[in-house]
């Protein structure tokens, strides 16, 4: 492969002499020494490095800087008639970008998907114990370029495996294919998502406490909340008590005990935990907590400090973290895994992900350190609350391709309810992650207002979602018009059976003021829901081929009413900020039995 090399030292940038010999490059150059190979396994290519800096120490700096260290330019050839890829825009969250030429690409590209008149190429860059590796705007507008570093200075040797490239002519399958071989190669420390259990929490409706009280969580408007759901018959089977719990310093954004505020909740969690589950009949009861600790760590003038010191690292802006070794975050996590469990906590919703490595860069072999933190909480996790946790601000590949039991993971930033078009980036967020990381994971679009101008678009999003439905609702606020289409008589949210994602015809196309697709199954049935993203109205058409299948089926639409046959396909005329929600029933031998129409997954409920 003629592929461009770069090497970013401390104080020069070099672009050694390289030998070419079929899939191996060779690095010919006095300063550096090593390789660049090539694996190839059916429609599928993988990446390695190992690259040393021979110049002495003291030679004039050559050897490696913290970040973008290495280019590897890989050339494009073929006609590409569709981009879609995931940028990591901050430590914690990503977005799609639909730019065609690489030379315009965004700063930090966690998956790219490529479209070349019908066939599909996906590439995955990597991360292991000494770097993580991104896709990065090249100098050419048909070469990739995967960009790789160490996150730290001073360095001599860099190896690993960068990068998995497969084609397909299904997109989906080009991105499954990656994964798989990921998985079997040890490449990444995860399963995918049908390989690990859902968990039973999130079948049911649930509430967190964030956006009605933000920090200021007490057991007392705890309590008035479940009174509300009480007094109105909102069935809530779940809530999370999100931050603001915790003996944590709020000043200097760190955490001084693994206990609750006692001034919050005077009879402890465990006194507010049984209340809600004998008073009010809430199933599970998590927690918040910070993969950090706190937001800026533990505090080290504390008893909490004194009793985790041996599980604690110090980074070098003097933040501390419990991210020592796997051994050392494993035994912390643990701790607090097993108090929480003991105050009747069910599970955790884990924040702060992607910052993990931003506060560890530059300490000795940081991406390591991150490492072992997202696989202790894994652990942890695992044997305290039965995979019953929350993955939320870790977008990145190095967080997000390391959860092997865990099954969820927010898939966009935060919802905001007075921010008035927070609906499209937030809808664009979620179904646009899902392509890439519903293979491995059920994605969590975030909590909602049911009493909101968007609430009827932010509940039917989550319904076709396939991830869990919640709200965040103030005392007074709830309203169950849009809830209770989501649901069952006996509270259990209607889920379909795989993760959200956007139509064929929307893939590779921006929806930003038009039409956002969205498509989901129950068995060999389809739901397909349309949200006009712009204040114009709009017509889309809908076709099967744009949800990868073919027959005959019999179509309901929710708000419309209609039910006729559906083969050939319809156009749909959305009014401005509206939408629909379209039931779709195979049909064999002319036989249907239609679910229950006034839920917006009908598919999913019981056939009359």
């Given at each position: 492969m003629e592929i461009k090399l770069k090497i970013n030292a401390e104080k020069k940038n070099v672009e050694p002499k390289l030998?070419?010999?079929?899939?191996?490059?060779?690095?010919d150059d006095e300063k550096y020494s090593g390789s660049i190979s090539f694996e190839k396994k059916n429609s599928i290519v993988c990446g390695y490095m190992d690259i040393t800096c021979t110049a002495l120490p003291f030679d004039d700096g050559y050897h490696f800087k913290g970040e973008d260290t290495i280019f590897i330019d890989i050339p494009f050839n073929k006609k590409v008639t569709g981009v879609l890829s995931r940028d990591l825009y901050n430590p914690n969250w990503t977005e799609p970008y639909f730019e065609k030429d690489f030379d315009k690409l965004p700063f930090n590209i966690q998956n790219i998907l490529i479209e070349s008149d019908g066939e599909y190429t996906n590439i995955l860059p990597l991360f292991c114990d000494d770097f993580t590796a991104k896709i990065t705007a090249s100098e050419n507008k048909n070469e990739i370029r995967i960009s790789i570093s160490p996150m730290y200075s001073g360095t001599i040797k860099i190896s690993g495996y960068f990068m998995i490239m497969s084609e397909s002519d299904n997109p989906y399958a080009s991105i499954e294919k990656t994964y798989d071989f990921a998985i079997e190669r040890n490449l990444i420390d995860s399963d995918i998502r049908?390989?690990?259990s859902y968990p039973d929490t999130f079948n049911y409706l649930g509430w967190c406490s964030w956006n009605a009280f933000y920090h200021d969580v007490t057991d007392e408007k705890l309590t008035q909340k479940l009174e509300e759901f009480k007094s109105k018959g909102i069935p809530i089977g779940w809530i999370l008590i999100d931050d603001g719990w915790s003996e944590a310093e709020q000043v200097n954004w760190k955490i001084s005990s693994l206990?609750?505020?006692?001034?919050?909740?005077?009879?402890?969690?465990?006194?507010?935990?049984?209340?809600?589950?004998?008073?009010?009949?809430?199933?599970?009861?998590?927690?918040?907590?910070?993969?950090?600790?706190?937001?800026?760590?533990?505090?080290?003038?504390?008893?909490?400090?004194?009793?985790?010191?041996?599980?604690?690292?110090?980074?070098?802006?003097?933040?501390?973290?419990?991210?020592?070794?796997?051994?050392?975050?494993?035994?912390?996590?643990?701790s607090w895994y097993k108090y929480l469990s003991s105050e009747g906590i069910d599970f955790v919703k884990v924040d702060t992900q992607g910052l993990v490595l931003e506060f560890l860069k530059n300490t000795y072999k940081p991406c390591e350190k991150t490492i072992n933190v997202i696989r202790a909480i894994e652990q942890a996790s695992t044997e305290n609350f039965g995979c019953r946790l929350m993955n939320c601000m870790g977008n990145a590949n190095i967080n997000n391709l390391n959860h092997k039991y865990t099954n969820l993971t927010r898939a966009s930033d935060d919802f905001y309810p007075k921010k008035d078009d927070d609906f499209i980036e937030h809808?664009?967020?979620?179904?646009?992650?899902?392509?890439?990381?519903?293979?491995?994971?059920?994605c969590d679009y975030d909590m909602f207002w049911s009493n909101h101008f968007d609430a009827k678009r932010s509940s039917i999003l989550r319904a076709i979602s396939g991830g869990p439905i919640y709200m965040s609702d103030a005392i007074g606020e709830s309203n169950i018009e849009y809830l209770k289409p989501c649901i069952d008589d006996d509270g259990k949210i209607l889920r379909c059976d795989n993760v959200?994602?956007?139509?064929?015809?929307?893939?590779?196309?921006?929806?930003?003021?038009?039409?956002?697709?969205?498509?989901?199954?129950?068995?060999?049935?389809?739901?397909?829901?349309?949200?006009?993203?712009?204040?114009?109205?709009?017509?889309?058409d809908i076709n099967l081929n744009d949800v990868y299948t073919e027959g005959k089926y019999y179509m309901h639409k929710y708000f419309n009413k209609l039910c006729s046959d559906f083969e050939d396909g319809m156009t749909l005329e959305l009014e401005p900020n509206g939408v629909e929600i379209i039931n779709l029933y195979r049909m064999e031998n002319h036989n249907i039995k239609i679910g229950d129409t006034s839920k917006y997954i009908s598919i999913a409920t019981k056939r009359k």
């Open positions: 030998l070419f010999d079929k899939n191996k490059v060779t690095i049908k390989n690990k206990k609750e505020d006692n001034n919050k909740f005077p009879d402890g969690l465990a006194g507010f935990c049984k209340k809600a589950r004998e008073e009010y009949d809430v199933k599970y009861i998590g927690a918040w907590h910070s993969a950090l600790g706190y937001w800026q760590g533990i505090e080290k003038e504390s008893q909490l400090f004194e009793e985790q010191k041996d599980n604690i690292v110090k980074t070098n802006a003097d933040f501390y973290f419990p991210a020592k070794d796997f051994k050392g975050a494993y035994g912390f996590f643990n809808s664009i967020e979620n179904v646009y992650s899902g392509v890439f990381m519903g293979y491995l994971m059920w959200g994602r956007p139509t064929r015809d929307c893939l590779f196309n921006n929806p930003k003021n038009g039409v956002l697709k969205v498509f989901n199954t129950v068995g060999d049935d389809i739901v397909i829901a349309a949200f006009n993203l712009s204040d114009k109205k709009q017509t889309t």
